[in-house]
């Protein structure tokens, strides 16, 4: 069965999405440390971010790069943070969080509960600064 970051690349499931090529996708998380808070997929599903190929890494990173650079232009804060955990979906990601200061990327602080509208406004913010 598909992740659900698959489903959400397949149009099955709705996201606030920032920007997509061939091979990578990003969008919000709709369970945000802070306002922007994006994830960075591989379209291709590998479950593990070190068993991409090392195109693929390299490829995502860069990836991340240009939606991190639109984050830090439409978002307020000192630096966008990057992080990979992924043990909560079988699908390789990066999370890029506006900081302001590295408490900001505590995974154990409260998420932000934002509206449709709210989300869809960070979306557009940050779509409009993508190179």
Do not use: W
């Not at 599903?45 to 068993?51: L, M, T």
């Not at 506006?98 to 509208?117: C, G, I, K, V, Y």
């Amino acid at each position: 069965m598909a992740s659900i970051f698959s489903r959400i690349v397949a149009g099955e499931i709705p996201s606030y999405k920032i920007a997509e090529d061939e091979h990578y996708y990003a969008f919000l998380d709709i369970s945000p440390l802070q306002k922007g808070h994006t994830l960075v997929i591989p379209k291709r599903e590998v479950d593990y971010i070190f068993d991409l190929e090392d195109d693929e890494l390299a490829g995502l990173q860069v990836f991340a790069k240009k939606v991190a650079r639109a984050i830090k232009r439409a978002i307020p804060c000192v630096k966008v943070g990057q992080c990979v955990l992924g043990l909560e979906v079988p699908h390789a990601h990066i999370h890029l969080v506006p900081m302001q200061t590295e408490a900001d990327m505590r995974f154990t602080n409260p998420h932000l509960q934002l509206s449709p509208e709210e989300f869809e406004q960070i979306a557009a913010s940050i779509r409009k600064e993508m190179e």
